[in-house]
């Protein structure tokens, strides 16, 4: 069975930065594409952030230029720096991992940009 742990949300002030990360766990699990996606209240989720098992990248253009996501397959960890951040950004943060035709969520953090 696979699990993603996300951590490392909170409450920031406009302009700050937060470093988020996602831990997945399973039996003989090697982590590929790695996905972020966030969910503002009353929106739909949004893919945020992709990160494919050789490290090519992919983000939401509301993101580019502040966030960065990267991996450590060592620890089957990715993790997403966020850096400038606005209110905009406030929502829950969820890593997603697809993994054998199944999508693999995590539970979320929350991250509360507000002065």
């Known amino acids: 069975q696979v699990q993603l742990v996300e951590s490392g949300g909170g409450l920031v002030q406009p302009g700050g930065s937060l470093r988020l990360s996602c831990e997945a766990s399973?039996?003989?699990?090697?982590?590929?594409?790695m996905e972020w996606h966030r969910q503002a209240p009353g929106k739909e989720r949004e893919l945020v952030a992709i990160?494919?098992?050789?490290?090519?990248?992919n983000y939401a253009d509301s993101v580019k230029g502040r966030f960065t996501i990267s991996r450590d397959n060592a620890k089957n960890t990715v993790y997403l720096e966020m850096n400038n951040l606005k209110p905009e950004d406030t929502a829950v943060y969820y890593c997603?991992?697809?993994?054998?035709?199944?999508?693999?969520w995590g539970k979320g953090t929350l991250v509360t940009v507000s002065s």
């Open positions: 997603k991992m697809p993994y054998y035709a199944i999508n693999y």
């Open positions: 399973g039996s003989s699990l090697r982590i590929g594409v």
């Open positions: 990160i494919t098992s050789e490290g090519s990248t």
